[in-house]
């Protein structure tokens, strides 16, 4: 059986030596800005350049504006959505 979580988890997809990418919902359930402020955090401690990764833009009515309030977490973060 599936495990089911309560509540959306962004999720680490992809370490490589000088970055990381973070996995997340482009929709109001699956964004947890605090959450991604903590791996933000964690990636300047150990020197990775972080990568956030908008998933279901498609199912999003307004992609843009999820984006945008991820890129206010740090100006120079790189915010991709798919």
Same mark, same amino acid.
């Given at each position: 059986m599936?495990?089911?979580? #309560?509540?959306?988890? @962004?999720? +680490? /997809?992809?370490q490589?030596?000088?970055? &990381?990418?973070?996995?997340? !919902?482009?929709?109001? =359930? ?11 955090n964690?990636?300047? #401690?150990?020197?990775? @350049?972080? +990568? /956030? ?5 498609d &199912?999003?009515?307004?992609? !843009?504006?999820?984006? =945008?309030?991820?890129?206010?977490l740090?100006?120079?973060?790189m915010?991709?959505?798919?």
């Amino acid at each position: 059986m599936a495990e089911q979580w #309560e509540y959306p988890v @962004a999720r +680490v /997809i992809a370490q490589h030596r000088n970055r &990381l990418d973070l996995l997340g !919902e482009a929709g109001e =359930r699956g964004l947890d800005l605090n959450r991604f402020e903590r791996y933000l955090n964690l990636a300047n #401690e150990v020197g990775a @350049a972080p +990568v /956030i990764i908008l998933s279901k833009a498609d &199912l999003s009515d307004d992609p !843009e504006t999820f984006c =945008r309030q991820v890129q206010a977490l740090d100006s120079l973060l790189m915010v991709v959505t798919i």
